[in-house]
């Protein structure tokens, strides 16, 4: 069993930056790859970004790139998601999520673990 949790989140205003982190509790964490996504509400579950279990490879939504990072730290048994040029249309619940698998993608199905959320809300 994988449990996540996730922190950073805050209210911020737009142009400005956050950085979420994600602690994983499990042995092999380099084993897993590991996804941000995101609830506004009144809306779907959205994929934000992915990374591998090295972190050699990256993968972002169209909406993100070039604004926020994934990065993650195996021997901290963290990931996260550095958040810049932030905007009101970002504002939503930010999820943590783990695959057993060395790569995953933007399909929620593909993660087995999830986080139970951090509230990141940024004002106009």
């Known amino acids: 069993q994988v449990q996540l949790v996730e922190s950073g989140g805050g209210l911020v205003q737009a142009g400005g930056s956050l950085r979420l982190s994600c602690a994983a509790s499990?042995?092999?964490?380099?084993?897993?790859?590991m996804g941000w996504f995101r609830q506004a509400p009144g809306k779907e579950r959205e994929f934000v970004a992915a990374?591998?279990?090295?972190?050699?490879?990256?993968y972002y939504a169209g909406s993100v790139k070039g604004r926020f990072t994934i990065s993650r730290d195996n021997a901290k048994n963290a990931v996260y998601l550095q958040m810049n040029t932030l905007k009101p249309d970002d504002t939503a619940a930010y999820y943590c999520?783990?695959?057993?698998?060395?790569?995953?993608?933007?399909?929620?199905?593909?993660?087995?673990?999830w986080g139970q959320g951090t509230q990141v809300t940024v004002s106009s």
């Open positions: 999520a783990a695959a057993r698998s060395l790569a995953a993608g933007r399909d929620a199905y593909q993660y087995d673990y």
């Open positions: 499990v042995r092999t964490f380099s084993s897993y790859a």
């Open positions: 990374i591998s279990w090295s972190g050699g490879l990256t």
